[in-house]
């Protein structure tokens, strides 16, 4: 799992027991958002400039944990083909949806 630092995190305590290890921060907000960050299912196309068969401009499609690839800044995508490839994080826009709506997106996808 990969995490993109977006500002520094100050005062972090850490307590560990055995194989366990809790981090407390004065930075939490900071902490979530991050976090967040890395579980989103989703991006939208905002540029399919070389991609034209592959990505459709405005389009939802379902993202595939890659830290390999995030380190480079790409994503992996599963596009028009129904395959996974890796794209530039910078052609999408990350979104998070309400559990049904993902539910819905997924079945669509299924059935496409």
């Known amino acids: ?9 100050e005062a972090v305590e850490t307590m560990a027991t055995g194989t366990s290890v809790m981090v407390r921060s004065q930075d ?3 902490l979530g958002l991050a976090m967040r ?7 939208l ?9 592959s990505l459709v401009l405005g389009k ?3 993202i595939i944990p890659d830290a390999r ?3 480079d800044d790409l994503v992996r995508i599963i596009d028009e083909c129904g395959e996974d490839y890796l794209f530039s994080r910078s052609q ?7 559990q049904a709506v993902r539910k819905k997106i997924l079945a669509l996808q299924r059935a496409s």
């Open 1 to 9: 799992m990969t995490f993109e630092l977006i500002g520094e995190i």
């Open 28 to 30: 939490q907000e900071l």
């Open 37 to 43: 960050r890395v579980t989103k299912q989703f991006a």
């Open 45 to 53: 196309c905002l540029n399919n400039s070389g991609n034209e068969a």
């Open 60 to 62: 939802v499609y379902r």
């Open 69 to 71: 690839a995030a380190k």
């Open 92 to 98: 999408f826009a990350f979104v998070e949806f309400p």
